[in-house]
């Protein structure tokens, strides 16, 4: 076997996988973050809040209705989704009108909320959950777990679908022209309002479904929310919000960096987005794909 | 009308462990309270919401616990020190910080916040999960003893009281009167030649330092400094402390503080459930008292007093 700058390729491969993956939902996550955003100018700090109750939806789903993995990939997100609903319903409906910040507190108050309820059912330890794929290939340099595979694939395909649907299809013109001018397109005769709702539901649903994603490689734990997205916004601040590939692309590449940097030296390995963060704020204020707002 | 809050307040305070309150208490209020004061003179002068002051709280409250634990120095040369590292660290996450505004401004100092945990996780002084533990209250100034709460009560105080008129001095200076311009509108107050920047990083650097000053405070009235204060709930409760009391008000955050600190003595016995609630009280706060308990008093006050309906909007 080879060896590179005296790391096992099984090492370096194997964190190189594990940095996609977390790149993958931090891409998952910035992107319902960025689209959020950009139509109801709320930053949803409960982003991470509904990727965990996505994750645990599913493992729920399993203990006790035995709805199996590939059922829980569609009804999690759905039911987390329907969830988002009656939050922006009943409550961020209200501050739109407001500064910015008054959304980032709400969404905040929500994160207490929903932390501690589950921490209140489940206790701080995780909730272990059955890998749906077992087993692997190997594939000479390094043994691909199959589940780990199908996550990569699957949130590459979901990234670029939903890249696809905003940039390239007549509902996301709707969506890119309501972000630009809400009120002209109102006068189109659009419902803005519902479009909204609708674009809240979905990125929601996109954090749940990275949830469910994660339940087998992590475990289902109350906190696992909270940790992730304060990572998630430093890649958006990275990224910047101006661009849905541009999250898409940051998102993967930090998690590759955030792999290697576990490799060469790990005990960066917490702290390195946020040094690139630092990096990228000292170079380019507006991020690498943003523009100044 | 100010003054005579004032002074009943400190009145209050001084006569306050003699009519059986538990002075560790106060002294925890007050030093929660200093937090918040230096909280709010970002988010209600400046109109910068920091999501990362635990990193300031924290570090300082590090920094002066390993040096009377390990190196034994006195209290106020510990607290001094604290506040050195809490304000060089300011320097530091200003500079980077001020570069954007509004929503970035907080997601930036979260971030940085979260990366200074991760440090202090790792780091070997700060005892990892442990946390420093029975931290001794060295003598002030080498000689006055500090072991009995009483007397750390009234040394307490006075810093609190220090604090307290520093952060009204900075907010009717000239000084206070160009943080309130770029507030209210940053392209003009660049527009008169005032460097903003300049200013916004004085004003985050002072806060930072304060914040510094009730972390150092806090390590001596606890004797414990651990992950907790580093840690981003942290940031999430001084800003809750802040909401409560009145954003942009003068005695709302220290109101806010004795609030939060008395609901979590007395919720203490249903663990989890203190984390619901103040999400809560957030929610509701944020729906519907944006101006807090201090900021809707004052505006009933000022209703009552002045019949004339006024077109001005208070400043949000």
Redesign the interface.
Known sequence: MFELLGIPPQALFGQLLLGLINGAFYAMLSLGLAVIFGLLNVINFTHGAQYMMGAFVAWFGLQFLGINYWVALIVSPIVVAISGVILEQLFLKRLYHLDHLYGLLLTFGFVLIFEGMFRYGFGSSGQPYENPLPGGVNLGFMFLPWYRGWVVVASLIICLATWFIIEKTKLGAYLRAGTENPTLVRAFGINVPRMITLTYAFGVGLAAFAGVMAAPIYQVNPTMGSNLIIVVFAVVVIGGMGSIMGSIVTGFGLGVIEGLTKVFYPQASATVIFVIMTIVLLVRPAGLFGTQR | MNRFVAFGLLALLLVAPWIGVYPVFIMKALCFGMFAIAFNLLIGYVGL?S?GHAMFFGSASYITGHILKVWGWSAELSIIAGVLAATILGVAAGW?AI??Q???F???T???S??VY??C??APFTGGEDGIQSIPRQPLFGIIDLKSDMTLYYFVVAIAVGAFLLVYRIIHSPFGQVLKAIRENEARATSLGYNVDRYKLLAFVLSAALAGLAGSTKVLVMQLASLTDVF??MS?EV?LMT?VGGIGTIFGPVLGAFIVIAMQNYLAGI??????I??????II??AF?RGIVGELMALWDRRNKPAPTAVQPA?
């Open positions: 919401l999501f980077i570069r954007r509004g929503i970035y907080a997601m930036i979260l971030a940085l979260q990366m991760f440090f996780v790792q981003w709930p999430g800003i909401l663990g989890e459930w203190v984390l619901v103040q999400g809560v009280v957030f929610v944020v729906l944006r949000e």
